[in-house]
C-alpha cells in the first residue's frame, strides 16, 4: 500500500548498541529506557523492515549508526 506506492530503490536500517541508543534516548528525551525494551524494539525494527523488502523485492541494507562509508556505499548501490 503505502510502500509500493513510494516505489522504493532500497531501504536503509540503522542500527546500534542499545546501550548507545538509551544513553541518546536520555539526552534527548530525559527519559529512561532499558536496555533489553531497546533491543527487543530494534529486533523488531529490523524483522519489520526485512519484511517489508521481501515483500517489495528491494535490497535492504543494515548500517551502524554513524558509519558514514557504509552508510554512504549503501545509497549508491540503491542509486546505481
Same mark, same amino acid.
Given at each position: 500500500? +503505502?510502500?509500493?506506492?513510494?516505489?522504493?530503490?532500497?531501504? +536503509? +536500517?540503522?542500527?546500534?548498541?542499545?546501550?548507545?541508543?538509551?544513553?541518546?534516548?536520555?539526552?534527548?528525551?530525559?527519559?529512561?529506557?532499558?536496555?533489553?525494551?531497546?533491543?527487543?524494539?530494534?529486533?523488531?525494527?529490523?524483522?519489520?523492515?526485512?519484511? +517489508?523488502?521481501?515483500?517489495?523485492?528491494?535490497?535492504?541494507?543494515?548500517?551502524?549508526?554513524?558509519?558514514?562509508?557504509?552508510?554512504?556505499?549503501?545509497?549508491?548501490?540503491?542509486?546505481?
Amino acid at each position: 500500500e +503505502v510502500f509500493d506506492q513510494l516505489q522504493l530503490q532500497g531501504i +536503509v +536500517v540503522l542500527k546500534d548498541k542499545p546501550s548507545q541508543i538509551c544513553d541518546r534516548l536520555r539526552q534527548r528525551d530525559r527519559d529512561e529506557w532499558g536496555v533489553a525494551d531497546v533491543s527487543l524494539h530494534q529486533e523488531a525494527e529490523i524483522a519489520h523492515a526485512q519484511m +517489508v523488502a521481501r515483500r517489495l523485492n528491494t535490497p535492504i541494507f543494515l548500517v551502524d549508526a554513524y558509519d558514514q562509508d557504509s552508510f554512504t556505499q549503501a545509497i549508491g548501490a540503491m542509486l546505481s
